[in-house]
Nanobody, 130 residues
Framework: QVQLVESGGGLVQVGGSLRLSCVVSERTFTRIVSWFRQAPGQERDFVAGIRGRDGKSLYRDSVKGRFTISRDNAKNTVYLQMDSLQPEDTAIYYC????????????????????????WGQGTLVTVSA
């Protein structure tokens, strides 16, 4: 069973930055690791994902240009750098991992699909105050 541990959440003012970390118990090189978030009363939404072997990434539209996902395969860690944070970014952020079996034609449909991920972390809370 793959284990994932998130850290780095906290309280930040509008326009501020945070960097989330997700440590994976198995090799990130052979996986796709993504960040999802869930605000109170809302569904869990895809934020960003990255393929370990080549760094290919995908973002939801509302975070493009503000968030950056990266990985350090030597540390089996995936990061989410979040800049220009807004109140609507307030949520619990989860990282999730799946095998690197997504073919090119399915990349944009399967990577953002939470049902495709079998391993999840416990989440870290990000609160952006106005």
């Amino acid at each position: 069973q793959v284990q994932l541990v998130e850290s780095g959440g906290g309280l930040v003012q509008v326009g501020g930055s945070l960097r989330l970390s997700c440590v994976v118990s198995e090799r990130t090189f052979t996986r796709i690791v993504s960040w999802f978030r869930q605000a109170p009363g809302q569904e869990r939404d895809f934020v960003a994902g990255i393929r370990g072997r080549d760094g290919k990434s995908l973002y939801r539209d509302s975070v493009k240009g503000r968030f950056t996902i990266s990985r350090d395969n030597a540390k089996n860690t995936v990061y989410l750098q979040m800049d220009s944070l807004q109140p609507e970014d307030t949520a619990i952020y989860y990282c999730a991992a799946r095998g690197d079996t997504v073919i090119a034609s399915s990349w944009y449909s399967r990577v953002p699909d939470a049902d495709e991920y079998s391993n999840w972390g416990q989440g870290t809370l990000v609160t952006v105050s106005a």
